[in-house]
C-alpha cells in the first residue's frame, strides 16, 4: 500500500481516505470498471481537477492503466484537465437560451470577469464556461454554478452574481440547495456521497408548475381510473390492439430503438463477443 | 371503451409537483404513491409486462418504441443477472422534461423502477443521471434512501419475497451518453460510445447481460398504468399513440413550461393554454421534439402531437420539446447554434458525424458572419446527404435535420445573409431583455466550442 501510495503521489493519510472512499464506490456495482466516473468525481473533490495524481490513483484502484483512465477523463466535458476555479459559472449558449439572450449574457460576464471560456479567474473563483443545453428551456436564459440553476437571468443579474461569488458570499439557486458549494463539494455528491441538503430548496419553479396551475384553475384531470378489475380484463383484445400498432413502428430514424432484425436478436443466441465479455 | 370526454390537460406525472415538499416519500404516499408496487408484487411479473404492452406506452424518451414490448424482448431467465437501466441523460437541446420531474417527484421515478423491474426480473437497477444537475442528483439519491428505508427497495420487499437494488450514477457531461448503448458503455466505466448493433441490450446489454434501457418518463409512466390500467391510459391520446405526455414549451412564449396533455395535442391548443407568442408577434419555426426533429413552421399548428402525425408531417415527435421562435429569430444563427452543439457532442466514433459536423459548423458560421459563398447551402445540403443514414449511431442522422429542414424552409433567409454579407437581425430583438448589441454579429460567433 505504501509503494501505491508513493506512486500515486498522495500521502498516506489521503490516499487511506480516498482508497476508503472508493471501496465505497466499488461496492455499488456489479463491476469494479463501473467504479471509474464517480471516482474521477472524487479526484476532482479533492484536487479540484483530475490530477496526475488522481489519474494514477484510479488506475491502480481500478487495476487498469493510466493511460485507459485518461481516455475516459477527457472524454467527459465535465472532468477538467487544469484546476478549476471554486465555482464553474456556466452560461448556456446552446440555441434557445443564446437567443433568448444567453449569448449577451455570456459576452457580458466575459468582458467583465476578464477570462474566456474555460478559462479561470486570477483570483482562482469562477471558471467561466458555455454550457450546452441544461434541460431548463422553460427558465430561459439559463446559467449554471456548480451545476445549480440560476432561472431566468440577465447579464446585470449574472455580473452581480458573480460579483458575489468572487466576494465570497453565499449565493442561492433558484432552484437548487439554499447556497451554492463549492467546486470540490460538488465533486464529492457527484460521486455519490451525500451531503445531506436534498430537502433545501423548492421542488419546482413556476413554469414547471404552469400546466398543472392552469389544469387546477379550469378543473381539468386525469380521467378517473378504471375499478379494481381492470388488471387483466379485456386484455386479449387491447393486445392486439397494441401489437398492431407496434407493427409500424421502427422506421424512424433512431437506430437506438431498431427492431429486431434477426431472431437472434430476440432470442439471446448471440453474446456480444466484440465486447470481448461475457456474462 | 366508454367514450368519455377527456380533458385538455391530464396532469398524472405532474400531478403532486405542487405538493409541499413534493419530493419527499411522505409526500408522495399522502399523494397515493407506491400503491401500484403494492399491485404489482401481487401479480405474477408477466401480467405486469402485458397490461403495459396492452397499455400502448411507447418509449418517451424520443423513438416511441412500444415498451411493453422492448420489455417483452429479453431472453427467457437462465438464472443470470438481468438490469433496468434509466437513461436519466437528459440533454438533447430543448428537452426539459425529466430533469423537472426528478427535482420534484424523484418517488414516482423510483417506483416506477421498482416494478419495472419487478416485471423484468431485475434485482439491481441503475439510473444514469446527467452530472450537470446536482440538486436533481441529490433528490435522487435521497429518494432512494428514503424508499430503502421504508421497505420498498432492499430485500423481500413488501413480503413478496422480490429483492431490488437501485444504484443512482451521475454521468460527467456527453450528450452522447443519452443513446442508450453509449450510456452503457459510460456505466461499465468506459468512454461512451455507441456500440454495434445487434446484439441488442435486450440479449447483451449491461455487462453484456439482458437489459432493458428505459427513459425516465416512460418508468414515470408505468405506476399508474398498473394501477388504473391499460384501457384508463387508452382512453387518453391516440388509438396508436396512447396515453398523456409532457409537453414541454420553451422559447418567444408567454408562459414557457411542463404542459401534461394526452398526446395528438396540437400546438395552437398548446399556445392558447401558454398565452400565445410572446408581444403578439408571429411563430416564425418550432422544433416537435427537440434540436434533432425537423423544424415546423405556423403551417403545422394544427398537427396532432403524436407519433404518426408528427411524421407524415416531416419531423418526428422526439421528446416533446417544443421550442418556439418568432420572428426576430434568425434562423441562421440557430441552426448554427445547434450546429456548435452538435459538433462538440459528436463521439468521435465514425467519420460521417465527426468530420461532418466540423464542417457543417464551419460553413454555417460564415454563411453567419457574412463570409457565406454561393455554393455553401449545397455544399451544406452535400454534406447532410453523407450523414445521414451514414453515421454509426441516431445521432448523427439528427444533426442534419435542423440544417435541411431549415434551408427547405428558409432558403431565401440563407442567401440573404449571402448576397448581403451579413446577418440582417438585431439578436437584441429576439431576447427577453433589452440590451444594446456591443458589436456585429460576426464577432460574436467568435467564442470556443
Redesign the interface.
Known amino acids: 500500500m505504501t509503494l501505491e501510495a508513493h506512486r500515486s503521489g498522495y500521502d498516506e493519510a489521503t490516499y487511506a481516505r480516498l482508497a476508503t472512499d472508493t471501496a465505497a464506490i466499488v461496492a ?4 469494479k ?6 471516482m ?2 472524487l479526484v476532482q473533490s479533492e484536487d479540484g481537477y483530475v490530477s496526475r495524481d488522481g489519474i494514477a490513483f484510479c488506475a491502480e484502484q ?1 487495476g487498469i492503466t493510466a493511460a485507459e483512465v485518461s ?2 477523463a477527457t ?5 477538467k484537465r487544469h484546476p478549476n476555479g471554486t465555482y464553474t459559472v456556466g452560461v448556456c ?4 437560451c ?4 444567453g ?2 449574457i ?2 457580458e460576464l466575459s468582458e467583465h470577469l476578464g477570462v ?3 478559462e479561470t479567474t486570477d483570483d482562482g473563483a469562477i471558471t467561466l464556461e ?12 439559463v446559467v ?1 454554478v ?4 440560476f432561472d ?1 437571468q ?2 446585470a443579474g449574472a455580473t452581480q452574481l458573480a460579483d458575489r461569488l468572487r466576494a465570497g458570499e453565499d449565493v442561492a ?1 433558484t ?3 439554499a447556497s451554492v458549494c463549492t467546486f470540490k463539494q ?1 465533486s464529492r ?4 456521497f ?2 445531506g ?3 433545501e ?1 423548492v ?2 419553479g ?11 384553475e ?1 378543473d ?4 378517473a ?2 375499478a379494481p378489475e ?6 386479449t383484445d ?2 392486439a ?3 398492431e ?2 407493427s ?3 422506421q ?11 431472431p ?5 443466441a ?3 463477443a ?2 470481448g ?3 | 371503451m366508454s367514450e ?1 370526454t ?7 406525472l ?2 403532486t ?3 409541499d ?4 416519500l411522505d409526500a408522495y404516499v399522502a399523494g397515493g404513491g407506491w400503491k401500484g408496487l403494492a ?1 404489482a408484487l401481487a ?1 405474477p411479473p408477466a ?1 405486469v409486462v ?2 403495459v ?4 406506452l ?2 418517451r424518451g ?5 415498451t ?3 420489455w417483452g ?1 429479453l ?1 427467457a431467465p437462465d438464472g ?2 438481468r438490469y433496468l437501466v434509466v437513461n436519466a441523460d ?11 420531474l426528478m ?3 424523484p418517488q414516482l421515478l423510483i417506483e416506477g423502477v421498482a416494478i419495472t423491474s419487478y416485471a423484468i426480473g431485475c434485482d ?1 437497477a441503475f439510473i444514469y443521471v ?6 436533481v ?3 435522487l ?2 429518494a432512494v ?1 428514503e424508499a430503502y428505508a421504508a421497505g420498498y427497495l432492499g430485500k423481500d420487499i413488501q413480503g413478496s419475497g422480490f429483492d431490488l437494488d437501485v ?9 452522447i451518453c443519452g ?3 453509449a450510456l452503457l458503455d ?7 460510445q ?7 441490450p ?3 446489454g449491461l ?4 437489459t432493458v434501457v428505459n427513459n425516465v418518463e416512460s418508468v414515470a409512466s408505468v405506476p ?1 398504468i ?7 391510459f ?3 391520446g391516440t ?2 399513440s396512447a396515453g ?1 405526455g409532457l ?5 418567444h412564449v408567454v ?7 394526452p398526446l395528438g395535442v396540437t400546438l395552437r391548443e398548446l399556445l392558447d ?2 398565452g400565445g407568442i410572446r408581444g403578439g408577434n408571429r411563430l416564425k419555426f418550432w422544433t416537435p421534439g427537440g ?1 434533432s426533429t425537423p423544424l415546423f413552421t405556423d403551417a403545422h399548428l394544427d398537427t396532432p402531437l403524436d ?2 402525425s408528427v ?1 407524415a408531417a416531416g419531423s ?1 415527435l422526439g421528446t416533446r ?1 417544443l ?1 418556439i ?1 418568432d420572428e426576430t ?1 434568425c434562423v441562421v ?3 448554427s ?2 450546429m ?2 452538435y459538433a ?2 459528436s ?1 468521435g466514433k465514425c467519420t460521417p458525424c465527426r468530420e461532418g459536423t466540423y464542417w457543417l459548423k464551419q460553413i454555417l458560421r460564415r454563411i453567419e458572419t457574412g463570409s457565406g459563398t454561393e455554393g455553401d447551402l449545397d455544399v451544406l445540403l452535400d454534406t447532410c446527404d453523407n450523414i ?2 451514414r453515421a454509426f ?2 445521432l448523427g ?2 444533426a442534419t435535420s435542423p440544417v435541411t429542414s431549415s434551408i427547405a424552409l428558409f432558403r431565401e433567409e440563407f442567401e440573404a445573409h449571402i448576397t448581403g454579407r451579413g446577418c440582417p437581425f438585431d ?2 430583438a ?4 433589452d ?1 444594446t ?2 458589436r456585429a454579429p460576426q464577432a ?1 460567433t467568435a ?3
Open positions: 455499488r456495482y456489479p463491476e470498471r463501473s467504479a471509474l466516473l464517480p474521477l468525481h481500478l481516455a475516459v472524454f467527459y466535458t465535465q472532468y449558449t446552446n440555441t434557445l443564446a437567443i433568448m439572450g449569448d449577451e455570456f459576452d474566456g471560456h474555460d458555455r454550457v450546452e443545453c441544461n434541460a431548463a428551456c422553460d427558465y430561459a436564459p449554471m456548480n451545476w445549480e440553476f431566468n440577465t447579464p439557486p432552484r437548487g440547495a460538488m455528491v457527484l460521486a455519490g451525500s451531503d441538503r436534498a430537502d430548496g421542488g419546482a413556476r413554469p414547471t408548475l404552469a400546466g398543472l396551475r392552469l389544469a387546477r379550469h381539468w384531470t386525469a380521467p381510473g378504471a381492470q388488471v387483466d380484463g379485456s386484455a387491447a393486445g390492439a397494441a401489437a400498432g407496434a409500424a413502428v421502427g424512424e430514424q433512431s437506430s437506438a430503438e431498431r427492431r429486431p432484425t434477426t437472434a436478436d430476440a432470442t439471446g448471440t453474446p456480444d466484440s465486447k465479455k461475457q456474462p | 368519455k377527456i380533458d385538455p390537460l391530464t396532469p398524472i405532474s400531478e409537483w405542487d405538493a415538499r413534493s419530493w419527499t399491485k401479480q401480467d402485458q397490461v404492452k396492452d397499455s400502448g411507447r418509449g424520443g423513438a416511441g418504441f412500444p411493453g414490448m422492448k424482448f431472453p443470470g443477472p437528459e440533454s438533447e437541446p430543448g428537452t426539459c422534461k425529466d430533469i423537472p427535482l420534484a417527484s439491481h446527467r452530472g450537470e444537475v446536482l440538486h442528483y441529490r433528490r439519491l435521497r434512501e444504484t443512482v450514477h451521475a454521468g460527467a457531461g456527453a450528450y443513446e442508450e448503448t459510460s456505466l461499465e466505466g468506459l468512454r461512451g455507441p456500440r454495434l448493433k445487434p446484439p441488442f435486450a440479449v447483451a455487462y453484456a447481460r439482458p399508474a398498473v394501477t388504473e390500467g391499460a384501457d384508463w387508452k382512453s387518453m388509438e396508436r398523456h409537453f414541454s414549451l420553451s422559447g408562459r414557457p413550461g411542463q404542459y401534461e396533455a393554454m401558454a434540436s407519433y404518426e411524421a418526428m420539446a421550442q421562435f429569430t444563427r440557430a441552426v447554434r445547434w456548435d452543439f462538440h457532442e463521439c445521414l443514414g449511431c441516431a442522422d439528427g439578436p437584441s429576439a431576447a427577453l431583455f440590451y448589441p456591443r460574436l467564442g470556443a466550442h
